[in-house]
């Protein structure tokens, strides 16, 4: 179906309560609206509409439910000062989809059907919108594989869908230093894996360990290689930074880890700034001689949920390794604060970043 098609809309009948922005907390509250679509190999993509949100349904044989044949994204749409909504980087969005689409054998979304979609249903659900200092609204693009057969093969046919979520900080600590366990047993990708991909099951597959860090008492695990387990590569759900001796390095985009749109801005900033960063490998035994050298001076990750969580430790199996005084660092607080600035409309985007709502 043609991106100039135009896509149905069916308004709810009563809108729902919306939460103080004070209240927020993360993806538990959604919108009056979504978006749908469904795919067969006769028609390709159809049936494009906004729909009041609600129960999806499903038979019991449909692929996603056994194979986890999914693909999901995350983006965001802010409100500015001056009233325009604001949508950061979707098309970055709209490709990676289609990134994680062409390596599960999913069929692929018009990159301009998939933005058009988002920003009619952000403009239907404006009001949703929050507007409070580090609030935004989350927008979750998914696609199922619904065929019914029990065998395994890529499916004939999907739904595609978009939820959108008025959120505040993820991990509701506000912006305080997070404390990081490294996960020296399960790994979370490995080279020639699904590791770059934002597949469900990529996900999943973290959980276990989430789970044994919190119980120590940490916020989130780091992640190392899948074949030596000797080299840093995600943090939690995020992209990971470490500066050593003023240079800021962070793991290279090799198949393993997700391209992070956060990522890449920070990449972008940095060299902007004129501040030396490189994407490389990085060991863990390079992190701990700089951090027992004095030359550790600040870490973060980065995510659209996340976006930038500053890590005030690291522990090692017995070694604890605690990064600026378990403060914020320099680098750290300048890119939260201007990747933000941005997003909100409240600094200058040089780098054509934000797209605005229309109505
Ligand atoms: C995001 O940062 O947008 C993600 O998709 C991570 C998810 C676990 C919330």
């Keep these: 179906m043609s991106v ?19 209240e927020l907390g993360f993806g538990t509250i959604f919108t ?3 978006f749908v679509m469904e ?6 993509w159809h049936d494009h509409r906004i729909i009041p949100y609600g129960p999806l349904s499903f038979e019991p044989s449909s692929a996603f439910f056994h194979y986890g044949q999914t693909a999901f994204e995350g983006l965001k749409a802010y409100s500015a000062d001056d009233g325009r909504t604001l949508l950061f980087r979707p098309w970055e969005n709209a490709r990676r989809m289609n990134a994680t689409g062409e390596r599960l054998c999913i069929p692929p979304i018009d990159e301009e059907l998939f933005v058009r979609a988002i920003e009619e249903l952000v403009a239907l659900d404006r009001d949703w919108v929050p507007s409070a200092p580090g609030t935004s609204l989350y ?18 046919s999907y739904t595609f869908a978009i939820i959108m979520s008025p959120v505040g900080t993820y991990h509701g600590r506000g912006n305080d230093p997070t404390k990081i366990y490294v996960e020296t047993e399960h790994v979370r990708s490995i080279a020639g894996g699904v590791g770059a991909a934002k597949a469900g099951g990529n996900y999943a597959r973290c959980l276990k360990a989430e789970v044994r860090a919190a119980r120590k008492g940490f916020h989130q695990v780091l992640w190392l290689d899948g074949q030596e387990k000797k080299y840093v590569e995600e943090v939690g759900t995020m992209n990971v ?18 391209p992070g749109v956060t990522r890449d801005s920070v990449l972008t900033l940095l060299e902007d700034w004129g501040v030396k960063a490189q994407e490389r490998r990085l060991s863990l035994t390079e992190i701990a001689d700089a951090h027992r050298a004095g030359s550790l001076q600040e870490a973060f990750g980065t995510g659209t949920a996340a976006v930038i969580t500053p890590i005030g430790q690291l522990q090692w199996d017995d070694l604890t390794m605690e990064i600026n005084d378990g403060r914020t660092g320099d680098i750290t607080g300048r890119v939260h604060e201007t990747i933000t600035g941005i997003q909100s409309g409240k600094v200058v985007d040089r780098f054509g970043w934000t797209t605005e709502v229309p109505d």
């Design 32 to 34: 009056d609206h979504m």
């Design 139 to 156: 927008i979750r693009p998914f696609i199922l594989a619904t065929e019914r057969y029990l065998g395994l093969k890529p499916s004939s």
């Design 241 to 258: 930074f470490f500066r050593i001796d003023d240079v800021v390095v962070t793991p290279p985009l090799q198949g393993t880890i997700m």
């Design 39 to 44: 795919y067969d190999e006769d028609t390709g």
């Design 4 to 22: 100039d098609a135009n896509i149905d809309i069916c308004e709810v009948g009563e809108k729902k309560p919306r939460p103080a922005d004070d």
